[in-house]
């Protein structure tokens, strides 16, 4: 993840129809010394009007307005301020006004009553490319994106759909973006010039239909582009002599693929339980991966799935299948 730029000040601009509220958040901007109060707006008419002659760093806004709605000002933020990030504080903490305020452009999401250290070290995250949400509501954005109709329903149409389905690697590119990554840490990740990276990206936006990084995930997940999964346990008691045998062959010399043909037929395991007892006995993700396309006869797709499942992070199962 990116970090602030040394001795730059970053200029906010607060949104909130509450004076009480409005001067707590001012406060904590001011006590910020990379931070500076730019301006301040209780209502959507004069917040819409200095954001059209004045371009801020950091947009933190309400969603409740008495003269509008706080996703107007995100959405004209973000078609005025290509570069400013934008994070919502708000009373508000359904899973309609969090999912909503994503879809506009908002790169962070608080309620009103976090603390005072939490809000300022939140706005430091989202400067440094960071998504900071309020756990209370997290699992409203969780259950969005794990309804398995929704996700399987529209990745049903990109599989369908040439144009619109991610290569593999637009898809490394868009795992990277959403865990905050910059363009020059994508790009030293995977070992290519940080303009190939913007490529890839304008290829994302182009094929989601979207202008932000924050749309492009939210986009990607709901299109069944981006999973979010947890890791599973590790080989399980019953399979411990598995994963004896895998090291005893692996420590004699015998080649990953090998080991892999002994666990496939000598105890019927499939790709899961095959790469799981490899990952136990300390076998690297490319050699996992290539074993396992050797011996299973699986898409690229479905081998990932399986290596994110036994506990390998995305970066390691996609940078293994892309070799």
């Not at 570069?83 to 969090?98: C, K, L, T």
């Not at 989202?126 to 998504?131: A, E, R």
């Not at 900071?132 to 369908?160: Q, T």
């Not at 590119?173 to 995977?190: C, D, F, P, T």
């Amino acid at each position: 993840m990116q970090t602030l730029a040394p001795h730059k000040i970053y200029n906010v601009f607060l949104v909130e129809d509450d004076n009480g509220t409005l001067q707590r958040l001012a406060e904590v901007v001011r006590d910020e010394p990379h931070l500076e109060l730019m301006g301040m707006a209780m209502n959507f008419s004069d917040a819409s009007a200095w954001l059209a002659r004045n371009s801020p760093d950091v947009l933190l806004t309400d969603l409740g307005l008495p003269d509008g709605h706080g996703q107007q000002l995100i959405r004209q933020t973000r078609a005025q301020h290509e570069h400013a990030e934008i994070m919502v504080v708000s009373r508000f903490g359904d899973e309609n006004s969090v999912v909503e305020a994503i879809k506009a452009g908002a790169g962070g999401y608080l309620l009103k009553d976090e603390s005072h250290a939490h809000i300022a070290d939140s706005i430091s995250q989202l400067l440094q490319g960071g998504s900071p949400i309020s756990p209370a509501i997290a699992r409203y954005i969780l259950d969005f994106f794990k309804n398995d109709e929704i996700s399987a329903s529209h990745a049903d149409a990109v599989e369908d759909d040439p144009e619109v389905a991610l290569t593999p690697k637009e898809k490394m590119v868009l795992q990277y973006i959403s865990r905050g990554y910059s363009n020059k840490e994508i790009a030293r990740s995977l070992e290519i010039s940080p303009h190939t990276v913007a490529s890839h990206i304008k290829r994302i936006y182009r094929k989601l239909e979207v202008n932000s990084r924050n749309e492009a995930v939210f986009e990607g997940w709901r299109m069944g582009q981006l999973s979010i999964r947890q890791s599973a346990p590790s080989v399980s008691h019953g399979n411990k002599d598995a994963q004896q045998v895998a090291e005893a062959l692996l420590a004699g010399g015998k080649r990953c693929v090998d080991v892999m043909d002994v666990l496939q037929l000598a105890y019927q395991f499939d790709v899961v339980a095959v790469m799981r007892a490899m990952r136990q006995a300390g076998q690297p993700a490319d050699e996992i991966f290539s074993a396992a396309k050797t011996c299973f006869s699986l898409e690229d797709k479905q081998l990932v799935e399986a290596m994110l499942s036994v506990g390998f992070s995305h970066e390691e199962a996609l940078q293994a299948m892309l070799g």
